[in-house]
């Protein structure tokens, strides 16, 4: 349990790095853009092409980041996740394959509502995901 729980705080930790960062790259992308927008708008291509490079730039660099804190996280809670998660009779693994296959639907779930929205796009979506669930098990 131990482990499950440091393996959660790791993650956690990891999810709210990526979300302030992405919320200070928006606000500096903006700001960039503001400052950019005279040259913008008189049609300069090279502004544009600077402007939307930069921006994958420093997204790359705010993944990368963010991806090296995770990796540090992870390498320093080893020991502590390493006992804690052996398989002993099989049960503690089943029961990480059951937390990671909840904390994957729920992460999809909530994406895809947020995407889809109420609409009729939910209704298109769910029949899509209803007609596909039908084919994956007519080809089993």
Do not use: Q, Y
């Not at 500096?28 to 921006?55: C, F, K, M, W, Y």
């Not at 502590?80 to 904390?103: F, N, S, T, Y």
Request: aromatic letters at 2%; proline letters at 3%.
């Amino acid at each position: 349990v131990l482990g499950l729980g440091l393996g959660a705080l790791v993650g956690l930790v990891t999810a709210l790095v990526g979300g302030v960062t992405i919320n200070e790259l928006r606000r500096l992308n903006s700001r960039i853009v503001h400052a950019a927008a005279a040259t913008l708008e008189s049609g300069d291509p090279g502004a544009l092409v600077r402007i939307h490079a930069g921006g994958l730039l420093r997204d790359a660099l705010r993944a990368a980041l963010v991806t090296s804190i995770g990796l540090v996280l992870a390498w320093l809670a080893r020991p502590l996740l390493a006992g804690a998660l052996a398989v002993r009779d099989g049960r503690p693994a089943l029961l990480l394959a059951a937390v990671v296959v909840a904390a994957g639907l729920a992460a999809g779930a909530a994406g895809t509502l947020r995407l889809v929205g109420t609409g009729p796009n939910l209704k298109w979506f769910a029949a899509g995901l209803g007609g596909g669930l039908l084919v994956a098990v007519w080809l089993r």
